[in-house]
């Protein structure tokens, strides 16, 4: 887990990967309510270079990583905050890349979790 000191640090594509996970919340919700419903049209990604808007959710999202498990967080905050592919966090922790896949997924799972649970989605 050496090199994640930079947890302060916003994702290499902070609009991407907390949008990603909202668009994915959402749409569970959708799918779970109405699974046969066409998605709603208006949930694109804003434009990319709304600095202002990437920091604010950064700083609403820190607290949210802080309370994963130290092995999902670390694998969290490498992929999304510091940009890391999987491939190089399994080379660099010597672990099978399916691990790593293994722990990214559930890590954004219970990131997902922790997003829902704090925050309530009008859909």
């Known amino acids: 887990m050496h090199g994640l000191t930079k947890a302060c640090a916003t994702p290499a594509n902070l609009t991407g990967w907390l949008y990603a996970i909202a668009t994915n919340s959402v749409i569970d919700c959708y799918r779970a309510k109405r699974p046969t419903d066409p998605q709603p049209e208006d949930l694109s990604t804003p434009a990319s270079d709304d ?27 490498a992929t999304g905050f510091e940009g890391l592919t999987l491939q190089v966090i399994a ?33």
């Open 51 to 77: 600095k202002v808007a990437e920091q604010d959710v950064a700083r609403c999202i820190k607290p949210l990583t802080e309370s994963l498990l130290p092995l999902y967080r670390a694998t969290v905050l």
């Open 91 to 123: 080379d660099r922790e010597r672990v099978p890349l399916s691990a790593i896949k293994s722990r990214a997924s559930r890590g954004r799972q219970m990131l997902k979790q922790s997003l829902l649970r704090c925050c309530q989605l009008d859909v």
